[in-house]
C-alpha cells in the first residue's frame, strides 16, 4: 500500500468527505478485521438513523407489502456468515494507466462475522409475484447525481436466485456487535462472494422487479467499462486474489529463511492454490494453503522463502480457483478502474 | 523507489557481488551526482588496475596498431561533458510481469561531469582503415559466460560515426578528480545518450571491425527481444522519461499549493515538455521547463500542483522530446527488462 498517510480511527483515509478509508497494512493479517479497521466505502455522508423509528419497506412485485421494524426483523430465524468483503475499487491504483475514481490502495478489503437475518426469510414473507427477476436494496444515504439533476439513493439490484441465497444476509450485527454507524447502522445488506458495492448499508427499502434495474449505481457506476464499444456490464463476483501479508513491500529480511504469507479469496469458487515466484522469470511455487474455515472468508498461505543472497529481492504471488479461474499479471484495464487483480509483487531487501 | 534497503557507501545495493548499486532516493535531487552516491552496475568482479602500467591498445581494422599510456592519453586535446548515464535495465520493476534481471527501481541514472579525451582524438591517430563500421570497446572486467564456457570480457561496439561524435569520450575523470575505481577506473568510455551499456569501463582496448560485433553483451544482453519471433535490437539511445524527485511516492503534503519538480531526459533529442496529471483522468498540464544547460544533461522542471482536498491523491508525469517521442502508459515489455520509460506514477496523502 502506497500513500499511507492522514489517519482516522485506525484506517487510512482515502478521502475524508465522503468518507473513504482503508485497512491499514498492520491490521490487514488479522483473520477478522476489527470494525474499527475495516474498510469503508461511502458515496455521500454518513446517515444517522434512529433505531427505535427504524422501518423497511418490502415493495414491488410482491404479494404483500411489508414494512418492517427492526424488533419484527430480529424475531425472524438468525445466521451469521463470516465473510471476506472487498471494495471493487480495491487495488485501483494498480491500473496502468490510472482510472478515475477512489485512489485505492490494497486495504479496501476485510472480513468480519456479519449477524442477521437471510433476505430470503424476509422475501418468503412477503411473497414473491409472478415474473420477479430482480430485488432492489436502497440505503438511506442519498446525494446529488454527478452527471444529471436531482438527489439519488444508492441503490444495487441481485438477481432473484442470488437474493435468495441462503448466506445472502440483512445484517444487524457486525464481528457480535451491532453494526456501526459507518458499516451500514442498523440494518445493511450482506452479499456473500459479490463486490462490497452490492452488500448495501443503511437499508430501507427492498423492492422487487419483473425488469432489469436502471438505476445508477447498476449502469453508470460499478460496471466494466473495457471500452471498444462493448456493453458494460455490471461489476458482480469477486475475483480471484492473493495478499502477501508478511513480509511487506520494502521491508528489511533476514538472508536464509523467510516465511511469506497472507490471503487468497475469490468470489466464485473456493480458492484451490497459491503460487510464489521469486525474482522474476516464470519459475512458480506452490505455497501451502491452510484448511478453508468457510467459504466465502479469505484462507491463509504461507511459503517458505529461501533467500539465497543479500540485496533487492522481489516475489510475486497468484492465487488460484476450483473454477479455474487465475490472476493476470496486470489487471484487465476498464475506464472505472473495478476489478483489479493483477499478480501482487512486494521488493525486499535482504542483508 | 521501493525495497530501499541496504546501503553501502551512500548507495543502495541491489545486489552485493557482482556490486550493483543504485543512487538513492535522498539523492536524486542533485544537479550533479556525487561519485560515491552515483549508481554501480557491474557484470563481473571490480578490476583493480595499476595506473602506471595501464596501456589501451587500438587495433583491427586500423593504418597503425596504438598501444597508450594514460601519459599519453592524457597530453592528447581534452574535453568535459556533464552527462545524464541511464542504466538500461533502470526501472526494471516496473515492468509487468517482471522480467529477470537485476532488480533496478529508479535510481540507476546519474548525472556526472565526465574529463578526457574525445575516442576520435585517438582513432584518428590510429587511423580507420577502409571499410571501418564498428568500434568495440573492451573492459578489463572479465568472468564466465553466463551461457557456454570459457572466460568472456565486457565488450561493446558503436557504429564509427557514434565513436567520432566529438562528445564520445575515452573519460580519466569524474566531478574532476581521477575516476573511482567502481566507475571504471583509469579510464572509462563515455557515449552521451546511450544507456550505460555503452559506456564501457576499465578500458583496455579498442577494436575497429569491418563487421557487425557479435559479442555476449552485444547480441544476446542488452538488446530488446520484444518476443514474437522478432529479431532483438541492441539497445542504445536513452529513452525520453521524466523523474519525479519532490515529493517522493508515499510522502504527505499539506492541502494547498505543492511544489512538484523533478528532471527530464531523452538520448534522442532534447526534452521539449514535461506533462503533469493528477488523480487520473487524462487532463494533463505542462510542467514549467528550467533552461537546458547542455545537451546531454537531464533538465529540471517544476510544477505547481493545488491540492484542494485531504486525502490519498495520485501524480503523473511523463515527458515529450523534440523527436516527439513520448513515454508510454506502461513500458514496453521486453523479455530482458531494458528501456523502461512509463509514465512515473507518485502516491501521496495531504491532510
Chains 1, 2 share one sequence.
Not at 43 to 67: N, S, W
Not at 102 to 119: N, Q
Not at 290 to 306: I, K
Request: neutral net charge.
Amino acid at each position: 500500500m502506497r500513500g499511507d498517510g492522514a489517519r482516522d480511527e485506525d484506517r487510512v483515509v482515502i478521502r475524508p468527505s465522503p468518507l473513504n478509508a482503508e485497512t491499514p497494512e498492520s491490521a490487514l493479517p488479522d483473520e477478522i478485521t476489527p470494525a474499527g479497521r475495516h474498510f469503508v466505502r461511502t458515496h455521500f455522508g454518513i446517515p444517522l438513523l434512529d433505531r427505535g423509528r427504524h422501518r423497511i419497506a418490502v415493495d414491488g412485485a410482491v404479494r404483500e407489502r411489508l414494512e418492517l421494524e427492526l424488533g419484527e426483523l430480529s424475531r425472524l430465524p438468525g445466521r451469521s456468515v463470516a465473510l471476506t468483503l472487498e471494495c471493487a475499487g480495491n487495488d485501483r491504483l494498480s491500473f496502468t494507466p490510472l482510472p478515475t475514481g477512489e485512489l485505492w490502495g490494497g486495504g479496501a478489503v476485510g472480513t468480519a462475522v456479519w449477524g442477521g437475518v437471510p433476505l430470503r426469510e424476509v422475501l418468503s414473507r412477503a411473497g414473491l409475484a409472478p415474473g420477479a427477476r430482480e430485488v432492489v436494496v436502497e440505503g438511506a444515504d442519498a446525494g446529488p447525481a454527478e452527471e444529471g439533476e436531482g438527489t439519488i439513493h444508492f441503490a444495487r439490484a441481485l438477481p432473484v436466485k442470488k437474493a435468495l441465497d441462503p448466506d445472502t444476509l440483512l445484517a444487524l450485527e457486525m464481528n457480535g456487535a451491532p453494526i456501526p454507524r459507518e458499516h451500514g447502522a442498523p440494518a445493511r445488506l450482506i452479499v456473500p462472494g459479490w463486490y462490497g458495492m452490492a452488500s448495501v448499508k443503511w437499508v430501507t427499502r427492498i423492492t422487487v422487479l419483473t425488469e432489469p434495474f436502471r438505476g445508477y449505481f447498476q449502469r453508470d457506476r460499478y460496471v466494466y467499462d473495457y471500452g471498444a464499444g462493448g456493453t458494460p456490464e455490471p461489476v458482480a463476483e469477486i475475483r480471484v486474489k492473493a495478499a502477501i501479508t508478511a513480509p511487506r513491500d520494502g521491508d528489511q529480511v533476514p538472508v536464509g529463511p523467510v516465511l511469506v504469507c497472507g490471503w487468497a479469496w475469490s468470489g466464485a469458487a473456493p480458492v484451490s492454490a497459491v503460487e510464489v515466484a521469486a525474482d522474476g522469470g516464470d519459475t512458480w511455487d506452490e505455497a501451502r494453503m491452510l484448511p478453508a474455515s468457510s467459504r466465502y472468508r479469505w484462507q491463509r498461505w504461507e511459503y517458505a522463502w529461501e533467500v539465497r543472497s543479500p540485496g533487492r529481492h522481489t516475489l510475486r504471488v497468484r492465487a488460484r480457483d476450483d473454477a479455474g479461474r487465475t490472476q493476470p499479471d496486470a489487471p484487465r484495464w476498464n475506464r472505472l478502474g473495478y476489478g483489479a487483480n493483477g499478480v501482487r509483487t512486494i521488493v525486499v531487501t535482504a542483508r
